[in-house]
């Protein structure tokens, strides 16, 4: 086995990747950047909800708006819902795992506020489940997914925005959303700090 070569594998088509959905991307980015700004300008809260490197993406994402990203600002309010011990376990031990996200969503979430629903298949219940409270709570919803969006993708609302990978692999798809991350979080500072 050669591992340089499988190395280069991985760059190539992270690569290719990244530039073929680049056009087709765009678009739901810059409109999901323009969403969540205007919901922190207004006093609104981002709530981000994944399982694995998802949950992972979660975190980082809500830990670059409370601290910063590449510009010094006042922090931004946002939680991730993946991080509370105490409260993923006993909501999974008191009810079920499906509802981990979806009770937090219902305590914590107001209209206005928005959902970042992070599933690479598109088909996670809980975040399933997390979508469901948020509509029920009026708030919108940003899902990130990838392959054809799942089951995500038959429940989200015509204000709600979908940005999907049409990839099959997971890693090339988690790629793709951390970069889709960077680029909210650099288009939320331009939007909020006047940034040309």
Known sequence: MDLITRIHGHFGDSARLKMDTMDVLAEPIAQ?????SQCLLADGKILACGNG??????????????N????????????????????????ANDY????????QVTALGKAGDVLLAISTS???????????????????????????????????????IH???????????????????HCLCDGIDCLILGVE
């Open 96 to 103: 079920e795992f499906s509802q981990i996200f979806s009770r």
């Open 163 to 181: 940005i999907c990978v049409p990839a099959t692999s997971t890693a090339r798809i988690q790629e793709v959303h951390l970069l889709t991350i």
């Open 122 to 160: 598109g088909n996670s219940r809980n975040v399933l489940e997390a979508i469901r409270a948020a509509h029920a709570r009026d708030m919108l919803v940003v899902a990130l997914t990838g392959g054809s969006g799942g089951q995500i993708s038959e429940l989200l609302r015509d204000e709600d």
């Open 53 to 66: 490197g998802s949950a992972a993406d979660a975190q980082h994402f809500s830990s670059e708006l409370i």
């Open 32 to 36: 999901a950047a323009e969403m969540m």
């Open 68 to 91: 910063r990203f590449e510009m010094e600002r006042p922090g931004l309010a946002a939680v991730a819902l993946t991080t509370d011990s105490s409260i993923l376990t006993s909501i």
